[in-house]
């Protein structure tokens, strides 16, 4: 069975100063592998995901994720954080299997907070 | 597109009411997603559907939770009788078959007191 691990419950960091929420996981296989953002009072809302390719993602916001494959993580970061980024952040990751269909395994959550 | 749709926003009942809360997921989605939310379990998937089939509902606490969805754009779960102890956050969340990321509604805060 697949898992997702986040160590950290909460990360504390400066604004403008460079964050990283940190990943890991264990699948059977390749991995799908997903961060997604929770605001207060608000739905999981999409960050960025891995599927193949380039190890380092890009996505929404300025944040980008780098996958590694030997140490089996994938960890959120950005270079300069800001206040807006306070958030509860969650790694997921779905198995490439046949049938496997679309059910992704979260991750506990890593509150992050930016302070000025 | 409006996003996923969950009505309502808000519910509080009391125990033993049963309780409906609905989903409108995102046009053209194949999968429905149903989670629920809480400080002491944080986000478990209850039940999944894909092209309006459950799935997988191995998630579902007990007998007292069903869910079920008529057709493509609606979907429901049903707590009957409800506890205090299914007081929570449910999020529903749809996605497309080949992009495997899923868009959550904005989810309903049930409280049974």
């Known amino acids: 069975a697949q898992s997702v691990a986040q160590p950290e419950d909460q990360v504390n960091v400066a604004e403008g100063n460079p964050l990283t929420v940190k990943c890991t996981y264990s699948v059977s296989g390749n991995p799908y592998l997903f961060w997604y953002v929770q605001y207060p009072n608000r739905g999981l809302q999409f960050l960025l995901k891995?599927?193949?390719?380039?190890?380092l993602v890009k996505g929404s916001y300025g944040f980008e994720a780098e996958f590694n494959k030997s140490q089996t993580s994938f960890h959120l970061k950005k270079p300069s954080a800001l206040v807006s980024d306070s958030a509860l952040y969650f790694c997921?990751?779905?198995?490439?299997?046949?049938?496997?269909?679309?059910?992704?395994?979260f991750g506990t959550g890593t509150q992050l907070k930016v302070e000025l | 597109d409006a996003g996923v749709i969950q009505s309502p926003r808000h519910e509080v009942t009391e125990m033993g009411q049963e309780v409906t809360l609905r989903c409108k997921p995102i046009s053209g989605h194949d999968y429905l997603f149903w989670y629920r939310q809480t400080m002491m379990r944080g986000l478990e998937l209850l039940i999944y559907?894909?092209?309006?089939?459950?799935?997988?509902d191995s998630g579902m606490p007990e007998d007292r939770f069903s869910a079920k969805m008529p057709n493509a754009s609606f979907s429901t779960l049903k707590i009957q009788p409800s506890e205090p102890r299914d007081s929570a956050v449910y999020f529903c969340a749809s996605g497309g078959r080949d992009s495997y990321e899923q868009y959550f509604g904005p989810g309903t805060r049930l409280t049974v007191t």
């Open positions: 997921a990751v779905l198995p490439i299997l046949t049938g496997g269909g679309n059910k992704l395994t």
């Open positions: 891995y599927i193949t390719g380039d190890n």
């Open positions: 559907f894909n092209n309006n089939v459950p799935i997988d």
